[in-house]
């Protein structure tokens, strides 16, 4: 009896975002036993690995408006910073699905593209736009309001999204991080949404019209990829599951840039 008790999976919110926080950042978390417990069970806390990334990025945006020191600068070495905590987990999806779709002409062929660690012109222009786009959109919405709370809000917001295209989208390959990872429970993939939807609303401004439009944005964004994908390649992958996350985040931040007048 005492044997089983031992190996039962008893939840733990403290262990999942642990375990989210594993796979999806570089924090050095430790190596302690998860009780069995998979990625899929934890989706839920997905957002809490936004508010961690995108709360250090943000912090660095806050500290140089503090400051008075230059946004462009600011914006640059927040990204840079986001991109160390996560090793660039989710650039090189985006990176791997633009070299794929576009360079793959059929479905395996996509994948073994997607698969291969080398980077083509497809992806290379991707990570350029990008990374441009982010920042000059960062960069305009910190000449009218603070950029922190955007950029919170936009990494916990596009993390949040992720488990649903998990759970409605099937493995595209029989390996891989994405198989490794599972598929979430439709109520594992809703609690992610409302809490990513609670944080995002709570650290981001009373203009409830502006965060609907970019939440909007960034799920219809992420509901186009999964079309896409499945067309492409017949479902999801973890290259396909990092892509969602810069496109939510990317369309996020555009939505804002383009109302960020009418927050001032």
């Known amino acids: 009896m005492a044997s089983e008790n031992n190996t039962e999976q008893k939840f733990s919110p403290v262990r999942d975002i642990a375990l989210v926080l594993s796979f999806l950042t570089r924090l050095p978390v430790g190596a302690a036993s998860f009780n069995g417990r998979t990625l899929a069970q934890a989706a839920w806390a997905f957002p809490f690995a936004g508010l961690v990334v995108g709360g250090m990025g943000g912090a660095v945006l806050y500290g140089f408006a503090f400051m008075g020191w230059s946004a462009g600068l600011a914006v640059l070495l927040a990204m840079a910073l986001m991109a160390l905590m996560t090793g660039g987990l989710h650039e090189d999806g985006l990176a791997d699905v633009a070299d794929g779709f576009g360079g793959g002409n059929d479905p395996a062929t996509k994948l073994a593209i997607m698969h291969d660690s080398r980077i083509g012109t497809y992806g290379v222009l991707a990570l350029i736009f990008s990374v441009g786009i982010r920042a000059l959109a960062l960069i305009e919405i910190q000449q009218s309001v603070n950029a922190f709370v955007v950029l919170v809000a936009a990494a916990v917001f596009s993390?949040?999204?992720?488990?649903?295209?998990?759970?409605?989208?099937?493995?595209?390959?029989?390996?891989?991080?994405?198989?490794?990872?599972?598929?979430?429970?439709?109520?594992?993939?809703?609690?992610?949404?409302?809490?990513?939807?609670?944080?995002?609303?709570?650290?981001?401004?009373?203009?409830?019209?502006?965060?609907?439009?970019?939440?909007?944005?960034?799920?219809?964004?992420?509901?186009?990829?999964?079309?896409?994908?499945?067309?492409?390649?017949?479902?999801?992958?973890?290259?396909?599951?990092?892509?969602?996350?810069?496109?939510?985040?990317?369309l996020f931040l555009i939505a804002v840039a383009l109302t960020a007048g009418s927050l001032a």
Request: proline share 4%; glycine share 16%; aromatic share 4%.
């Open 159 to 250: 993390r949040a999204i992720l488990p649903a295209m998990m759970a409605i989208q099937p493995h595209a390959r029989d390996d891989g991080l994405s198989v490794v990872a599972g598929r979430p429970s439709g109520g594992g993939a809703l609690l992610a949404i409302i809490i990513g939807g609670g944080i995002a609303f709570d650290v981001f401004y009373p203009d409830i019209v502006v965060t609907l439009i970019a939440m909007g944005l960034a799920a219809s964004g992420v509901l186009l990829l999964g079309v896409i994908a499945k067309r492409q390649i017949g479902g999801q992958t973890g290259d396909v599951i990092g892509a969602a996350q810069q496109i939510a985040e990317t």
